[in-house]
């Protein structure tokens, strides 16, 4: 079949205008192996695509030109025919009393031609939260200080950090990504970068409150020397924590069967049977030591018998291992999010999400049908980044979402939303289409692929209702038309950065540019901190590195002049980071978010796009322990900035 032809069929966009309006096209050999890449489809005979309809309101289908009547059409859910039809015309019109759920919908016409598709009963929107509005703390949870953490902040340290923005007035703390890394390859430390998006990372255990832990006096030096350090040591404290988390184990085990804890079972019976999966994987990663599609044949797919012998043979002990670790670190975050439920905060947890997986990784080996190994996430070129962006991830792809019903996707979002008031979809245009590029080509030789974005924010809907969760979107860079105005459709908040919200002249855009549903916040983690910004040293770093910034020193005045406009015009008469916090927090925007890098008065960013070894991007720690915070940042300034949208004190 000819090329193209297949590329529409998969709704694959051959060529495309970038940021900067230049054309692409995408080279037929990069072009073959996307084709290769994907699940093969055949294009819908009576649908345009899966169905969605959102409860108790109207909803109906136009059907392709190729059907013959009548069409007789029945939903079914696990075998069980919840409601039935036909149409004698082009239109299907859907009852308005089906629960709410996951489905497959079945199509029969007159020439008995049956076709299968999904369908969806969503809520009419997202979670849309019980608050006005509100604060959050951003932090870094890896870069946190205390005395008694072992070089890398952890899920006490978050405790901690909730204690103080109750404290401060917050009414939650946000945090980077919390999935799972390889614990065997410490340097791989990106928290965006993950091994799975289902589970967590065990290097954010406390293993002091494991029950039986027993401190040992080289273990307690060897924190000691790891907390020190400008930066998080991974590899010592990966050394370190995952012999004591073994050492915490055999002590576990050693327990009479009846002594050992009921909630470990519990956890393994609720997580089932995708944690016995991902301990079964991890076991067999470090037995082969090589990418799972180098594996022996029998495991290159994941297999419920086989991984039942595995937890039955030798290495049991090895797998009931990674489930243990999995619970300590469950339970632990659920620790924080009660307490922030204690202190009456209104999202408590903030947890942002990568837009991708590691493509040796448990997701893609879990779900080899959604997840393409052979094909890289990223972005065209655009003013930001002139080459365009590959970030190396693998993402979903929209075949093998819909032969699964979109439960893959339902999976990492209730693993995500499992103790989170409000997440963070990274590069949240990826519900719609995905810039993907075959390993071996320039990030500018990708190609866009569509994705079913009405099913996806049905989806969405379903599990924010659920776990009564706000989901806010990243959507920054090239925006589709319409694409906002979709999602505020389906409730999915925006996320507005201070820096990117100016007109054609260079200015800040007012208090009354920001949307009520959104998350507003002056940078982001890839973008300078506020006194980097101010002081320049983001421009002389990225000049150092061989990095062109796309802004010269004339810009940058230019756009501090701005700001001092923009703060003046709203009665504003300071320009330090508590001057715009408090511009922002006039905003009608519900949610804003503040750095804890940035009242720390922090000068380089934590990450630097575009870099690996050049800048020591996802280690640096902060300058202050957590119990001298409060003694650093001018709380005073802080709690005027914020008393708009400041949380009433009991």
């Not at 599609?293 to 797919?301: A, C, G, I, L, V």
């Not at 202190?343 to 942002?352: A, E, I, P, Q, R």
């Not at 054609?504 to 507003?520: K, Q």
Request: aromatic fraction near 10%; hydrophobic fraction near 45%; proline fraction near 5%.
């Amino acid at each position: 079949m000819d090329l193209l032809i297949r590329a529409k069929d998969l709704g694959i966009q051959t060529e495309f205008v970038d940021g900067q309006g230049h054309r692409h096209v995408t080279d037929a050999a990069a072009l073959r192996i996307i084709l290769d890449a994907l699940p093969q489809r055949t294009p819908y005979r009576f649908l345009r695509e899966a169905v969605v309809i959102r409860s108790g309101l109207p909803s109906r289908t136009e059907l392709n030109q190729a059907a013959t009547f009548p069409l007789r059409w029945k939903i079914v859910a696990d075998l069980k025919v919840i409601a039935a039809g036909e149409t004698g015309d082009r239109t299907i019109i859907w009852p308005t009393d089906l629960p709410e759920g996951s489905y497959r919908l079945h199509l029969t016409d007159a020439s008995s031609f049956t076709e299968e598709a999904p369908l969806i009963v969503a809520p009419p929107g997202a979670y849309r939260g019980d608050f006005e509005r509100g604060w959050l703390m951003a932090v870094q949870l890896y870069g946190v200080r205390s005395a008694r953490n072992w070089g890398i902040g952890d899920f006490t340290d978050l405790e901690a950090l909730i204690e103080l923005a109750g404290d401060l007035g917050a009414d939650g703390v946000g945090l980077n990504p919390l999935h799972a890394l390889f614990d065997d390859r410490p340097a791989d430390c990106s928290p965006y970068s993950p091994n799975s998006r289902l589970f967590l990372n065990a290097l954010y255990i406390d293993v002091e409150k494991i029950p039986g832990f027993q401190p040992g006096e080289s273990a307690g030096s060897a924190a000691a020397r790891l907390r020190t350090g400008d930066m998080v040591d991974y590899k010592g404290v990966a050394e370190l924590k995952w012999r004591a988390l073994r050492a915490a184990f055999e002590t576990f085990r050693a327990r009479p069967a009846a002594d050992r804890s009921r909630d470990f079972d519990a956890f393994r019976a609720e997580r089932a049977p995708l944690l016995s999966r991902f301990a079964c994987f991890e076991v067999l990663r470090h037995k082969f030591n090589k990418p799972w599609w180098k594996w022996p044949e029998q495991w290159r797919q994941p297999n419920e018998a086989q991984c039942a012998g595995l937890r039955r043979g030798p290495d049991a002990a090895k797998v009931e291992f990674i489930e243990f670790v999995q619970w300590a670190a469950d339970r632990q975050l659920r620790s924080c999010r009660d307490l922030a439920g204690k202190l009456g905060m209104k999202v408590g947890l903030y947890l942002d999400v990568a837009v991708g997986v590691q493509s040796d990784g448990f997701d893609a080996w879990n779900e080899q049908a959604a997840i393409s190994r052979h094909l890289a996430v990223g972005a065209p070129p655009d003013p930001l980044n002139l080459a365009g962006q590959n970030w190396g991830l693998a993402g979903f792809n929209a075949a093998g979402l819909e032969l699964q019903s979109f439960e893959p996707y339902r999976e990492m979002l209730r693993a995500s939303m499992r103790y989170a008031g409000a997440i963070r979809l990274d590069h949240v245009l990826g519900l719609k289409r995905l810039y993907l590029v075959p390993h071996g080509f320039a990030a500018s030789n990708g190609a866009y692929v569509q994705m079913p974005f009405e099913a996806l924010l049905a989806a969405t809907a379903q599990q924010s209702v659920a776990h009564r969760c706000v989901v806010i979107g990243e959507d920054l860079g090239t925006v589709p038309e319409g694409f906002r105005e979709k999602m505020a459709e389906w409730g999915i908040w925006s996320y507005q950065v201070m820096m990117f919200e100016r007109d054609d002249r260079g200015a800040f855009r007012g208090v009354d540019h920001y949307t009520p549903n959104a998350l507003v916040t002056f940078n982001t983690h890839d973008l300078s901190t506020y006194s980097g910004w101010r002081s320049f040293s983001d421009l002389k770093l990225k000049r150092s590195l061989g990095i062109d910034p796309g802004e010269s020193d004339d810009a940058r005045w230019h756009a501090l002049a701005m700001l001092g406009d923009l703060l003046r015009h709203h009665a504003i008469d300071r320009h330090d980071l508590y001057a715009v916090v408090g511009f922002l927090a006039k905003t009608k925007s519900r949610l804003l978010a503040i750095s804890l890098e940035d009242l720390l008065g922090v000068i380089d960013q934590p990450n630097i796009p575009g870099t690996v070894n050049e800048h020591p991007n996802w280690r640096q720690r902060l300058p202050i322990a957590i119990d001298g915070i409060g003694a650093v940042i001018d709380v005073a300034a802080l709690k005027v900035a914020t008393r708009e949208r400041t949380r009433a004190m009991a």
